[in-house]
């Protein structure tokens, strides 16, 4: 049988490295993406936000990458990131999602406890991983707008990976989506307690615009999935303006293609040999 995402993600902790999880927005950032991971033999989390699943409509989105998924040399998972709604959870799980987030942070406790065993009980049915996250994260993440952050206190993790059986585990720990206005304030000794205390591999999100001495000492502090998404945006447009620069306005839609996926591969390297330690 294959390994599951929280596997994967445990043996990453014990081999001192993240999988990164880049948050794709069409075939070419796949294909990019996934070919970075077989370059540096790295498994590989393709995340889909919520406003790409409906943009594609579920099935399709899934069946758009499963060939790529399947053929990959190295394992690659397809991952639903920050899903607040019920009903788009549970479609993912039933369209080939292999691992599904869900961030019942806008709700409170109690009501973020119920939601996310209500998705772990439907999604464990059929073998998929669930990710929690407590705790808000401060940016824009797709449709989702946190304006104040709020960290978690450990008792607080411990009590909700242990009321909702999420298989993954995502606290607030002062990282922001999006890029920094200032000096991140990460709360390090979380991180720490959290990763020593709680089995369940630990999640980064908000990577894009972190420094490489942090990705490295978070990752030795145990963390095995860090999150990027505006990084891959950004890289998106730069391969359009190298393409425009050195083309000027010769209409050639494949070799755009060609230049996005090469400035996404670049910056999909570039995160994989930082996440070692
Ligand atoms: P960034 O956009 O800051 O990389 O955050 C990505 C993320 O955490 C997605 O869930």
Redesign the pocket.
């Known amino acids: 049988m294959e390994k599951n995402l929280q596997t994967v993600l445990i043996e990453a902790k014990k081999d001192h490295f993240a999988v990164p999880a880049f948050?794709i927005v069409d075939y070419t950032s796949a294909a990019a993406v996934i070919s970075a991971g077989e370059d540096e033999k790295t498994p590989i989390i393709m995340q889909t936000s919520t406003g790409t699943v409906k943009w594609y409509g579920a099935k399709h989105l899934a069946g758009m990458v499963a060939e790529l998924k399947n053929s990959a040399k190295v394992p690659v998972f397809l991952h639903l990131?920050?899903c607040t709604e019920m009903d788009l959870a549970k479609e993912c799980v039933d369209s080939g999602w292999d691992s599904i987030m869900f961030d019942g942070s806008k709700f409170p406790y109690e009501e973020n406890v119920a939601k996310t065993r209500e998705i772990v009980d439907y999604a464990h049915k059929k073998g998929l991983t669930v990710e929690g996250e407590l705790g808000t994260i401060v940016?824009v993440?797709e449709e989702i707008q946190v304006d104040k952050a709020k960290l978690p206190s450990i008792d607080e993790c411990i009590d909700f990976v242990e009321a909702t059986g999420v298989d993954i585990f995502a606290p607030a720990i002062g990282t922001?989506?999006?890029l920094y206005s200032g000096e991140p304030k990460i709360d390090f000794d979380l991180v720490k307690e959290v990763s020593e205390k709680i089995k369940q591999p630990f999640v980064v999100?908000?990577?894009?615009?972190l420094d490489e001495s942090t990705f490295k000492e978070l990752v030795q502090l145990g963390a095995s999935k860090i999150?990027?998404?505006?990084?891959l945006k950004y890289a998106y447009y730069e391969g359009l303006d190298d393409y425009t620069k050195e083309n000027g306005d010769k209409i050639a839609p494949v070799e755009t293609e060609k230049a996005k996926y090469n400035a996404i591969k670049k910056m999909a390297l570039y995160h994989i040999e930082t996440f070692r330690v």
Do not use: F, L, M, Y
């Open positions: 948050n990131d920050h940016g993440e922001a989506h999006g999100h908000g990577g894009t615009g999150n990027i998404s505006t990084a």
